[in-house]
């Protein structure tokens, strides 16, 4: 990946733990690496196909300003984000924040905190057999990708499929979408289910009907397993209602365990039922 890079950029700010820090302020000293393709910038001689860097250089300045943070590490969190959010062609960043008159009662140059953040691809999968189906799904999207943290790449359409399991209930609607999303897996749970709980899912009966369920189903190519959450998301080898909305929006994502794509995996599926 191609990088933009911006070097000890100073800021005086007022962060720290002590109070003299954020009544007196300092100066700090910010590093950005910038990960962008700069394919089409260099081709094209056009500054319509890269990232203003002056426009960055504010933005760093802004988030080191307008707030005083107690932690170095807060104010590296802050940058990043605003750099990701609002700089569509930026994937990825590296951000150091340098703090040279840190408090400390010995000889150094600086002490920094530098982080790694960017966009993570992640499919979902959806569905509601309860209400105006249809509405609860078109809310919780909506209420998904509102956030600065998540944008919608692509929905699929949504099916009609016969409930999954062994108790008797409404069929369900059900879709798939990819999501590009600064939240952590464990994050990008937490705020599914209380989107589920803003549609008013009770969960008393195990795979019974429900308002909205909401999956996460790949993260990158992530395979972790906790008591939590599990990605791959379980037995979707199984699951026409999660193959067939996958197979309509990524025919060709492959399954980071199986290695086969989701078309695969779902023709496999309806042969053998």
């Not at 007022?14 to 393709?37: I, P, W």
């Not at 609860?136 to 209420?143: M, R, T, Y």
């Not at 798939?176 to 549609?199: F, G, Q, R, S, W």
Request: with cysteine.
């Amino acid at each position: 990946m191609d990088q933009i890079k911006i070097e000890n950029l100073k800021v005086f700010a007022y962060h720290g733990v002590y109070e003299s820090e954020r009544e007196k302020g300092q100066n700090f000293f910010v590093n950005a690496t910038l990960y962008t393709d700069l394919t089409d910038a260099s081709r094209e001689d056009d500054v319509e196909y890269t990232t203003d860097y002056a426009s960055v250089c504010q933005t760093i300045k802004d988030e080191m300003t307008l707030k005083t943070y107690s932690l170095i590490e807060t104010a590296a969190e802050k940058v990043a984000q605003s750099i990701l959010v609002n700089f569509p062609k930026i994937d990825a960043v590296d951000i150091e924040v340098k703090k040279p008159q840190a408090p400390v009662p010995m000889e150094f140059d600086s002490i920094s905190v530098k982080i790694s953040r960017g966009w993570s691809d992640a499919y979902l999968s959806y569905g509601s057999n309860l209400g105006d189906r249809e509405e609860n799904i078109e809310k919780a999207l909506f209420k998904l990708c509102d956030r600065n943290d998540c944008k919608m790449v692509q929905n699929s359409s949504l099916i009609e499929t016969k409930p999954y399991g062994n108790v008797v209930q409404d069929d369900f609607l059900n879709g798939a979408c990819y999501i590009k999303t600064l939240l952590t897996p464990m994050e990008l749970l937490d705020v599914l289910h209380e989107l589920e709980n803003d549609a008013g899912r009770v969960r008393d009966v195990h795979w019974g009907p429900r308002t909205l369920d909401m999956d996460i189903i790949f993260y990158n190519e992530l395979i972790f397993d906790s008591d939590d959450l599990i990605i791959p998301h379980v037995d979707i080898e199984n699951r026409e209602f999660v193959l067939r909305p996958m197979a309509e929006i990524a025919p060709y994502k492959r399954h980071p365990i199986f290695r086969k794509t989701m078309q695969e995996m779902l023709d496999e599926l309806m042969k053998n039922s």
